[in-house]
């Protein structure tokens, strides 16, 4: 079957778009969408935003919406970034120039506690046993 090139949609959107068109024309009065092809508008939704998928698709804005919402709600946790889910984190000190004597180390938790260690001259304490320490971190 030969697709109609549409000016102005991008190749993936315009081959779901035929995927739903061959779908409607031989479906029984009443079916619903498949899985597999909901599936398919929540990624071209994801690609080229909710409102552009749905007029394409022929899909109502709302319905593709809230299915774009669920698939991202039950994505896995660890995809989703959140500056705080591994706290605590650790900086490598990468040793500093011979010229400098002196620096702050600030270290703060998530309740708001916070350490700040001002470091002068040649000697350093272990950092590392410092900030485990502070964030009660097993070695």
Not at 35 to 51: E, F, I
Request: charged content about 30%.
């Amino acid at each position: 079957m030969a697709t109609k090139k549409t000016r102005g949609i991008p190749g993936p959107l315009e081959r779901t778009r035929d995927r739903f068109e061959n779908w409607r024309r031989g479906r029984r009065l009443g079916a619903r969408i498949p899985q597999r092809l909901w599936n398919a508008a929540v990624n071209m939704a994801r690609s080229y935003g909710v409102h552009r998928a749905a007029s394409t698709l022929g899909l109502d804005y709302y319905s593709l919406k809230k299915r774009v919402e669920e698939h991202d709600a039950d994505a896995p946790r660890a995809a989703k970034t959140d500056p705080d889910e591994n706290l605590p984190r650790f900086l490598e000190l990468v040793p500093a120039p011979m010229g400098a004597t002196e620096c702050i180390l600030e270290l703060e938790q998530p309740n708001g506690a916070k350490l700040r260690v001002h470091l002068k001259g040649a000697a350093a304490p272990d950092l590392t046993s410092l900030s485990r320490g502070f964030w009660g971190v097993d070695a």
